[in-house]
């Protein structure tokens, strides 16, 4: 069958927009909303979106960056795009170490490096979850209550990144979710994970130590708060080992985990 895309506005008065999937000719699916990493609703984001519609689902991207169908112009796409292609020319070591990032901006002519070191300054360190969960709290009420190809089926949410650690905070939110995904993202918490009702799944790389090292602690508490939780930790995979764009891709856990990712879908979707 053939899959219908397009970007689509919704929220109270059309502020909000996003880029959805689905397989044409059928008219009710159950949805899941796909949660972008720091570099918002770009190529590997859209191709994620149109694997799960492939899939049989309808599935929703919110663009967390765009409001009224305008950018803050540090994190516009262009912009972003270019912070990604620089940060995808160091070590994914040197990504959060401004000594480092400095060396290798400091080469780069005069406006490039001024522009690039701005949006880094927004992608890893000025963005604030909560400016977004009205983005996501919206998607998940559009696609069950208003999108005639979802209203009234289930909804659960898959992030990558940021978008993972926003997928367990729409958990949180939405008491209406039947599962949230979590690939690579922090942990949601004290306060939040008493709010979650849904099943939480989680996808981590061994090498991604800083996230790899608070899932113990996470699980505990999720343990506590009598709820569900299962997390698989992929040997010798990195933080976004799931983004096939980025030099940090792992086919070997990429594939395991999307196979695991459709079992989840199907058992909470059906």
Known sequence: MTIKEEWIKYGKNNEFSGFTARLEGVESLPAIIVIQEIWGVDGHIQDVVRRLAGAGYVAFAPDLFSLEGTYPDPISPERVEGAKQFLNSMPSSSWRNPVEREEALIRLPLGQRTMISESLK?????????????????????????????????????????????????????????GAVIFYGNAPSTEQIANIVCPVLGFHGELDTRLVEGLPAFAAAMKEAGKSFEYTVYPNAQHAFFNDTRPSYQNKASRAAYARLLSFLQEKLG
Request: charged share 10%; proline share 4%; hydrophobic share 40%.
């Open 122 to 178: 927004s992608l890893l360190g000025g963005l604030n979850p909560t400016d977004y969960h009205n983005h996501l709290t919206g998607a998940a009420a559009f696609l069950r209550n208003t999108y005639r190809y979802t209203k009234g089926q289930g909804v659960v949410s898959v992030g990558f990144c940021l978008g993972g650690a926003l997928s367990a905070v729409l958990a949180s939110l939405d008491p209406e979710l039947k």
